[in-house]
Antibody, heavy 119, light 105 residues
């Protein structure tokens, strides 16, 4: 059974750092397109970052240079290191899988992790 | 960035209604479009990928279609479980982008 189980999140001061984790089961993260998507509570969805293949990565402009996506194939886990956090980074962060013909369509999602950036 | 514009933002409907949600891309995205359903407090659920392909396990009352840069999600007969927010998403060009959502109430 495919599952994505997230950990991390919490209350962080502006400028702080955090690492979000997404542990996968039922498939290998190294073989799929793994993304992070965030959602301000009560608002819409925003795609943030992706890792795929030989650790090819992409970030949206607002997080590039502050966020780093990575994966540990031995632990079958994807990470999002978030540094220099801003109030506007407050959101629920989801990891999501894209696979096969629907590489950009997310067929499995984690349960979400709330990151609150506040002083 | 490619802008995805959904309409309407809110849709009032009743069980048994036929519903259509529209999504317009600001440029050609070929057929690289997905539709999701999201309920409060839950992660989104994939309904449709590649504009018109039904995700495994999704009821056949959901369908997707395309005409150029205009995309449509149709629910043929609304069921009680379908009251939710629906999002479109393009995955043709980075950064991948979502529509603003349509709340079916």
């Amino acid at each position: 059974e495919v599952q994505l189980v997230q950990s991390g999140g919490g209350l962080i001061h502006p400028g702080g750092s955090l690492r979000l984790s997404c542990a996968a089961s039922g498939f290998s993260v190294g073989n799929e397109y793994m993304s992070w998507v965030r959602q301000v509570p009560g608002e819409g969805l925003e795609w943030v970052s992706i890792i795929h293949g030989e650790r090819n990565t992409y970030y949206i402009d607002s997080v590039r240079g502050r966020f780093t996506i990575s994966r540990d194939d031995s632990k079958n886990t994807v990470y999002l290191q978030v540094n220099n956090l801003r109030v506007e980074d407050t959101a629920i962060y989801y990891c999501a899988r894209g696979t096969g013909i629907s590489w950009g369509a997310f067929d499995y999602w984690g349960q979400g992790a709330l990151v609150t950036v506040s002083s | 960035d490619i802008q995805m514009t959904q309409s309407p933002s809110t849709l009032s409907a009743s069980v048994g209604d036929r519903l259509t949600v529209a999504c317009r891309a600001s440029q050609n995205i070929n057929s690289w479009l997905a539709w999701y359903q999201q309920k409060p407090g839950r992660a989104p659920k994939l309904l449709i990928y590649k504009a018109s392909s039904l995700q495994s396990g999704v009821p056949s009352r959901f369908s997707g279609s395309q005409s150029g840069t205009e995309f449509t999600l149709t629910i043929s007969s609304l069921q009680p479980d379908d009251f939710a927010t629906y999002y479109c998403q393009q995955y043709d060009t980075y950064p991948w982008t979502f529509g603003q959502g349509t709340n079916v109430e």
